[in-house]
DNA sequence: ACCAGTGTTCGACAGTCATCGTACAGTGCT
DNA sequence: AGCACTGTACGATGACTGTCGAACACTGGT
């Protein structure tokens, strides 16, 4: 069984919970940004297209098990979408859903902060 | 005694700490924002002119060391100006400077949220 | 079937934070 | 002088949160 199958691929994980950006209350959006790990996650996801990524190429200054509790936290603030490949759970910023739910916060974000 | 007297009537109370909008972190403003009090607080702040509403004014479900706290903190973020006026103290809410640092934050946060 | 790689879950821990009650300090008024 | 009002400072407390280590589960290849 070798197939190139995409469809049907009996997978035995369980998918990853999504919220929709529309689904998101303004105070579950700014608590998700409020944390320097969380924003260096969505800044460097954004410097790279969609899907490319997958969660072990960040490179953030915690272990496996907080990183993976950080991406749960993004994706239930409707700021990013994880898709199973293979072993690999690669993920896309929601740019577009995003920024139509809260204008202007996602640039303000990956803006270049001076002030820092 | 003292020489170095200001200009108005000799205030023996404490200044309070500002911080402009402009030296203030992300992280710090997005922190200040993602508490429900402080949103409320923001709020309130946006519906009344300048020097209108002193610190009692406000009904948030907190006593009032809780709200004194709160203020600090919006304060720190470059989002309440205060000024003393008798026993009181009267807020202003620094629209155009901190919308200035970061555009559109403090509109998604006035904004009527459908989803709450 | 084993194994290396990837990611989640669990329990535990430490640090932070929001809150309260109380005490304290100014201000203005009588 | 007192007094009422306003706001802050302090200490304590309970809750939440970010982190880790270890165990577990799934995938794909050897």
Known sequence: ???????????????????????????????ALADPVRIQLVRELA?????????????????????????????????VEQRDQGPKRLNRLRREEFDARFPGLLDLTLRADETE
């Open 47 to 79: 410097k790279h297209p969609a899907w490319a990524l997958s969660c072990s190429n960040f490179d953030v200054p915690v272990g496996r098990a907080a990183k993976s509790h950080h991406f749960a936290i993004l994706r239930s603030a409707g700021l």
């Open 1 to 31: 069984m070798g197939m190139l199958e995409q469809a049907e691929g009996a997978s035995h994980r369980p998918a990853p919970v999504h919220t929709h950006p529309d689904e998101v209350p303004l105070l579950t959006a700014l608590s």
